[in-house]
Every structure is written in structure tokens, then in C-alpha cells.
């Protein structure tokens, strides 16, 4: 199977998937990222992160996959802000957000269209 990242600002990606495994339903705890997320962290700024949505994944890469998950790129924040990494399919999120009384977190999120 390959994978392909098309289009973007940042450049195209294909990587071979040799090993797969598929289920009828990824069990995800319940996240968001929004893009009025996105805007409260100026490290954040500039960078094209997708909105997303746990419940819309459907795909999971892991370690034997490591073209696709390697970090190319990183950007930091304060501590306990999220964490940009840029990986072959776009940047993804990693740590946590404090919203309100709620926590939510954000786990290496990110959007292959």
C-alpha cells in the first residue's frame, strides 16, 4: 500500500506501508483540534495545521513506518502548550490544551488529504 500526502505548502510525500492491519472502528478518545485552538498559540502561527477531529481518522501509522513519522521540523511553545512537529505528511500535535475545566488532549494529530 502507499500512502501520498499531495498539494500544501509543504512538499508532496508517498511512503510504502509493507505491513497493515485494518479494524471496523479506531477506539479514540473524543479530540479536537480547531483552528481557534490553533490561533491562541503564536508558535503556532504560519505553520499549516489542519483542523481535525479523532472521530475522522481512520488510519494509524506506527514504528514500522518510520519515513512517515520521523520529525523533519519542530516548534515549541511555553511549557504545557502543544508542540508542532513536522512529519513527511504535514505537521502533527503532540501534548496538551487547557481549555476552561476541561482538559483535552491532543496526541500526534494530523490531516493526509
Known sequence: MLVHRGGGSEA???IAVEEAWTVPQ???PPQKVTRAMIEDFPHLNNLSIPEVNSEDVTVLLGANVLDAIL?????RGRPRQPVAILKAFGWTLAGSVRLSNLSVFVLCMCNVS
Do not use: F, K, P
Not at 71 to 75: C, E, M, N, T
Open 71 to 75: 520529525q523533519r521540523d519542530v516548534r
Open 26 to 28: 479506531l477506539n479514540l
Open 12 to 14: 508532496s510525500a508517498q
